[in-house]
């Protein structure tokens, strides 16, 4: 009889630090941020976006995929309020086949796709920040610009 509950003794030990850990004081930590994504002014078709926290701001990165310019990202509640650097990786297909040559999906064939933006924006180089506030609609548009110097190819071959 003692060892049950020495167990739920430690199980609401470990709720209660989990609770306090990821904000169950009622307080709103996050929100779900949706919008469109452009680039060069053109909405992107497919892609992602990644909001990575700075400064003060606690949680988790948080990453939504690009479908026709929007995005919505809602999983864990949405993205941590605060600031973040975001960003964003913005595909085009080029309306050819070719065969996969990462190692994700190696020898299938997939559309090829080009890179539009400029490759700083797709890591820890982006200086794109926006700021997520409790008290908003969640509604943050994105925006970045065309590479200057056209479309990069991705790491892709054909047969």
Not at 133 to 152: F, K, Y
Request: contains cysteine.
């Amino acid at each position: 009889m003692t060892d049950h509950f020495e167990h739920r003794g430690r199980w609401s030990t470990i709720i209660a630090l989990s609770c306090l850990v990821a904000g169950c004081s009622g307080e709103q930590n996050s929100k779900v941020v949706f919008g469109t994504v452009r680039c060069g002014g053109e909405p992107v078709a497919i892609g992602y976006v990644r909001f990575v926290p700075l400064e003060a701001t606690r949680g988790p990165a948080s990453t939504g995929v690009v479908t026709d310019g929007q995005y919505r990202i809602e999983s864990r509640g949405g993205v941590p309020i605060g600031k973040h650097r975001v960003e964003v990786l913005a595909r085009k297909k080029t309306g050819k086949r070719v065969y996969d040559t990462t190692l994700v999906m190696e020898g299938a064939e997939v559309d090829e796709t080009v890179l539009l933006g400029p490759a700083q924006y797709e890591g820890e180089q982006s200086p794109l920040v926006l700021e997520v506030t409790a008290d908003s609609d969640g509604h943050l548009d994105i925006e970045i610009p065309r590479n200057p110097t056209g479309p990069r190819p991705e790491m892709r071959a054909t047969r």
